[in-house]
């Protein structure tokens, strides 16, 4: 998984709360690594999660500094380059003769991007990026620092975006050509309605009912992150975790590893 955008729009706060959140309060120690490439820094860090009993390592790379020099041409590359590189990697694997029974996966099975809440519409570098690495990963556009929108806001940004990701051909996660049957395509039907989610991240517990809870407190209230009268943010944890994690992974796999497989067969260097 991999999250996007420039400085300061809480992508670090977000994926603690991914971790923080109910799946996760088990998770371990994290694992620090750094890859410099470039401009732009490649983060990762990696928790073991345990959902409904079964244990799975979540590996999500954080790109500081995306978007933030004063010429951002080409400023994805170091983000495509990584994510052909788990590719290659993978394919290798594949190829080698005494292969290994489980060749370890270190693709990239999404991509969270993040807007910042401009209320307005998407700007050139987000439609450069997205159409970019949307033919290289499964992208899922999010809204982020939600709570600093009113709910009219929200609603107004969210359809402006709609209509801007289908006027410049961009395609996002779950795209409406891989729904399998009928069932999948009304509950995806129902999460292509509500993308981009609005999301709000934080980094502490406050008590609400006697019950701690993930929120941010503000002078009128409490934000309750997971509370989806409040945001959006338990959608995509759900859709990351636990619903739609192993369709990331065959859409990654039979989608876009594919194309990548196909292409470098075809050079037929290998
Ligand atoms: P990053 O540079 O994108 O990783 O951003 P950080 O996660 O470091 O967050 C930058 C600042 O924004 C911090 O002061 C956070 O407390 C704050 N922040 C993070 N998420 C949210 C949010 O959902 N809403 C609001 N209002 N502030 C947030
Ligand atoms: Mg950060």
């Known amino acids: 998984m991999l999250v996007q955008r ?8 977000l994926v603690n709360t991914l971790f923080k959140s109910k799946v996760s309060r088990k998770s371990c120690t994290p694992n620090y ?7 732009v820094k490649l983060h990762s860090v990696s928790h073991v999660i345990e959902e409904k009993g079964v244990k799975m390592k979540l590996t999500v790379i954080d790109t500081p500094g995306f978007g933030d020099q004063i010429n951002n041409d080409n400023c994805w590359e170091p983000v495509v380059k990584h994510v052909n590189e788990q590719y290659e990697t993978f394919l290798r694997e594949e190829l080698h003769l005494h292969r290994q029974r489980r060749i370890p996966d270190s693709r ?9 809440a401009t209320g307005h519409r998407l700007r050139p570098i987000d439609v450069a990026f997205m159409k970019r690495l949307g033919k290289i990963v499964s992208i899922v ?3 982020a620092k939600a709570d600093t929108l009113t709910m009219e806001e929200r609603q107004h940004f969210k359809e402006q975006i709609r209509k801007d990701l289908a006027a410049n051909g961009i395609a996002v996660y779950p795209q409406k050509e891989y729904d399998e049957d009928p069932e999948e395509r009304v509950l995806n039907d129902r999460i292509r309605e509500s993308i ?46 636990r619903s739609h994690l192993q369709d990331l992974k065959d859409v990654t796999h039979d989608v876009h590893y594919e194309t990548y497989r196909v292409r470098r067969l075809n050079e037929s260097n290998m």
């Open 108 to 116: 990239v099975h999404c991509c969270v991007y993040f807007l910042p």
């Open 6 to 13: 420039q400085s300061g729009l809480g992508k670090s706060t």
């Open 196 to 241: 981009p989610f609005a999301v709000v991240g934080t980094d502490q517990e406050h008590q609400v009912n006697g019950t701690k809870v993930l929120g941010r407190k503000t002078k009128w209230g409490i934000i309750e992150v997971e509370n989806v009268a409040h945001c959006e943010f338990a959608n995509l944890r759900d859709l990351l975790i």
């Open 141 to 143: 556009p999010v809204i």
């Open 33 to 39: 690594q750094e890859k410099i490439s470039k401009t």
